[in-house]
DNA sequence: TTAATTAGTTAGGCAAACTAACTAACGAAT
DNA sequence: ATTCGTTAGTTAGTTTGCCTAACTAATTAA
């Protein structure tokens, strides 16, 4: 087989199974690993609107809107007007921040055993080639 | 960012931009990406039954009957009764065939597209990386 | 000041997965 | 040979996670 359909095939083939164990790792603190995405990026980018979190994770707003509910009712984001009236910065809660810590902990664990017998330089080249593909898609939409 | 931090976070941002723009292209044959994952399966290991299918594509087997009737009633597969009389063996038809071939070479564009900057070593060795990860998967699950 | 754009929400829909509960057929074990 | 556990597949019903269309409110540009 050629290396491009290796690559693709094994990719495909590792995704759900990733985001099924990730769901379960994560149930202990009622979320979904799509939940957790949102709140990753907040804990690592600070504050955010609800325009950027769906941009970043190149989903539509009314799927991120619904997110964020849930992830308020659930104590772990709140939401505070911006200087432009229109928009919402959202932001973690003391709770959530606390969660934020002990998720980390155990995800990061998971994500360290998948990779443990990796060595990290092909760590990075694999994260490249991903972020190297997400361009390329960019592009393609575009032209 | 630690290397498997890294890693996992590009892993995250690619996953959906992929599978939409794999959605599109598919879109003239009336299929989605899970559906194609099914003929490709076939395509290239023979005639399978419903659990092969399932087990191999890590789903549970009443979502693999749904697409599987639909793929029929598509007339891309047929299905026949296997010796062991509660088995049904899935193949592809004519048709079937003949679409696997016009899908393979868009397909096959699209990802030699996204992957012509990198180099073929790279390539392969991001596989393995994905493959190890689904063997780490598998073995956390059980121990 | 009016028109176009942007931020966010509501409503409604669909794909893709799940579990539970079922039927039918097989196989092993006494 | 009969029974009992297992496996193959289906049906029914639910949920997650995404979408588009249509809307309100606020901002920006002409």
């Known amino acids: 087989m050629k290396p491009y359909k290796q690559f693709f095939h094994e990719y495909n083939l590792t995704y759900r199974p990733y985001v099924n164990q990730l769901n379960q790792e994560l149930a202990e603190f009622q979320l979904y690993s799509s939940q957790w995405r949102i709140m990753h990026f907040i804990l690592h980018n600070g504050e955010q609107t609800l325009s950027d979190i769906a941009s970043y994770q190149k989903v539509e707003k009314p799927t991120t809107t619904k997110m964020v509910q849930r992830l308020i009712e659930l104590d772990y984001l709140q939401s505070i007007s911006g200087a432009d009236k229109r ?52 592009d393609y939409r575009k032209g």
């Open 87 to 138: 928009t919402k910065l959202i932001q973690l809660t003391e709770k959530g921040l606390e969660r934020c810590d002990q998720i980390q902990a155990k995800i990061s664990q998971f994500q360290q055993y998948l990779l443990e017998d990796i060595p990290e330089e092909e760590q990075v080249a694999a994260a490249r080639l991903l972020n190297h593909i997400s361009g390329k898609i960019s």
